[in-house]
């Protein structure tokens, strides 16, 4: 079995940082890659930031030089600073990774942790 345990979710005024942790583990046999999506309610969930094994790194537009995505290889941790927060980046975050069971290459999600970010 794999988990994907998130963190550091909350409420935060406009303009603020927060900064969310994901720790993967369980059967575990090498991740390809670790990320963020975002739901807020009546929208579909979109990609926030994703990173590669080896570093390579993508962001959705509206949060790109406002949010930086981080890896621990060692810890299979993936983490997520955000800044400058605006209320339209209130929603419920997950967290995401691709990565091999043993059996096959999977994608595993968190359960979410709410970020509201209002005054």
């Known amino acids: 079995q794999v988990q994907l345990v998130e963190s550091g979710g909350g409420l935060v005024q406009p303009g603020g940082s927060l900064r969310l942790s994901c720790a993967a583990s369980?059967?575990?046999?090498?991740?390809?890659?670790m990320g963020w999506y975002r739901q807020a309610p009546g929208k579909e969930r979109e990609m926030v930031a994703w990173?590669?094994?080896?570093?390579?790194?993508d962001y959705g537009a509206s949060v790109k030089d406002r949010f930086t995505i981080s890896r621990d290889n060692a810890r299979n941790t993936v983490y997520l600073q955000m800044n400058s927060l605006k209320p339209e980046d209130t929603a419920v975050y997950y967290c995401?990774?691709?990565?091999?069971?043993?059996?096959?290459?999977?994608?595993?999600w968190g359960q979410g942790t709410q970020v509201t970010v209002s005054s």
């Open positions: 990173i590669l094994s080896g570093g390579g790194t």
């Open positions: 995401n990774a691709n990565l091999h069971n043993g059996l096959a290459f999977v994608n595993y």
């Open positions: 369980g059967s575990i046999f090498s991740i390809n890659g």
